[in-house]
């Protein structure tokens, strides 16, 4: 019987070791040098066209992002690849969509923040980027700033 016991202890210390996988990560990429980049409104869908696509392509289920002057905001589920490589994508396929446009100067900084968040963090951080631009002070209505989408919420309007 003691034996059980200890056997028993024993898993379970290792399982309370074991933390919630993450379902979902936040994501912010800061433009270079904190240049406001993205208060071009052409800028802002052309970026908001190739998050979406590249969602759609990689199987990534996208929650919401804010697209600030100096920075992305990016909540998402992870597809089928990692979300390094997702980021990546997006940002080398915005650079060369805007090289091809003319403009060569650098867009993103070299590194970003990605946090990964478990069941109960998602609708917090869906709303903490949602109301980004309110507390940013660029605008009063979190709803009325076109450069932002929350799923079930907000549809994109570019």
């Not at 990560?25 to 052309?46: V, W």
């Not at 403009?103 to 070299?110: K, L, V």
């Not at 963090?121 to 605008?139: C, L, S």
Request: proline fraction near 8%; include cysteine.
């Amino acid at each position: 019987m003691d034996s059980r016991r200890v056997t028993s202890n024993r898993y379970s210390t290792l399982l309370g070791n074991i933390h919630p996988m993450p379902i979902a990560y936040h994501i912010m990429l800061p433009t270079h040098q904190r240049t406001k980049f993205f208060g071009a409104e052409s800028n802002c869908n052309d970026l908001a066209y190739l998050l979406f696509e590249t969602s759609a392509l990689h199987g990534f289920s996208l929650f919401a992002f804010c697209i600030m002057p100096d920075h992305v905001h990016i909540l998402c589920q992870p597809g089928d690849i990692m979300v390094n490589h997702f980021i990546n994508l997006i940002r080398m396929r915005y650079e060369y969509l805007m090289a091809r446009g003319g403009n060569n100067s650098p867009i993103w900084q070299p590194d970003f923040l990605e946090r990964p968040l478990i069941d109960t963090e998602v609708v917090p951080t869906a709303v903490f980027i949602f109301e980004n631009p309110k507390r940013a002070g660029i605008i009063e209505d979190a709803y009325a700033y076109p450069f932002s989408y929350i799923y079930g919420g907000k549809k994109y309007r570019p």
